[in-house]
């Protein structure tokens, strides 16, 4: 069973209905026990890092989320979902993430233009499994004014103005900045290889 985290924190429709189409069996749910204890969870999110740490907190949730880094079972973080596995984040304000990823959310510096948003393509720089098979070109839909530094998780990249981390991944632990479920071909690779990893 995958857990969707549901802190009321953005639309999960798209997501939801993705994972019907593979026919995963999944539950949406803010119950942290249920979070702590599925075979695998997805932290989608949208909105700022500070605010979405807090709705987790107020609900318990952050602490399921800790439960699951530190039994190793496997987690996918969207869109903030993904920055807040980060260290930390300065979005309206200074905030402390999970720290699972190195590195600091900041605002983009050498944008043309914030937020970044449309297609933009990856260079896929990693070897995990979660990024196998995604093509030569692949392109996904961002939707962000705040990015995650290149760092040694990072598994693709993107590039900006600047280049930034697009999906970073660690053994049980992955995240991708951009929404896979809106990213057409590419997002449904992702999510295959998220599923086939949970499976393994």
Partial sequence: MVAVVDFDGGNIGSLIASLERRGS???VTGDPEIVASARAAIL???????????ALV?????????MRIATKKPLLG???????LHEEGDEHGYCKGFGYFHGRITRFQE????????????????RHPFVANLGERPYAYFLHSFR??????????????EQFTAIAARDHVMGTQF??????????????????????
Avoid at 58 to 66: M, N, V
Avoid at 111 to 125: C, D, K, Q, S, T
């Fill in 25 to 27: 069996r999944f539950c």
């Fill in 44 to 54: 989608p999110g949208d909105g700022a890092f500070g605010a979405t740490m807090r």
């Fill in 58 to 66: 107020e609900r318990g949730l952050d602490e399921a989320i800790r």
């Fill in 78 to 84: 969207i869109c903030v979902g993904m920055q807040l």
């Fill in 111 to 126: 944008a043309p233009r914030i937020p970044h948003m449309g297609w933009n393509g990856l260079e896929v720089v990693g």
């Fill in 148 to 161: 995650a530094e290149v760092g040694t998780d990072t598994q693709a990249t993107s590039t900006h103005g």
């Fill in 179 to 200: 929404h896979p479920e809106k990213s057409q071909a590419l997002g449904a690779r992702l999510l295959d290889n998220f599923l086939r990893i949970i499976e393994d």
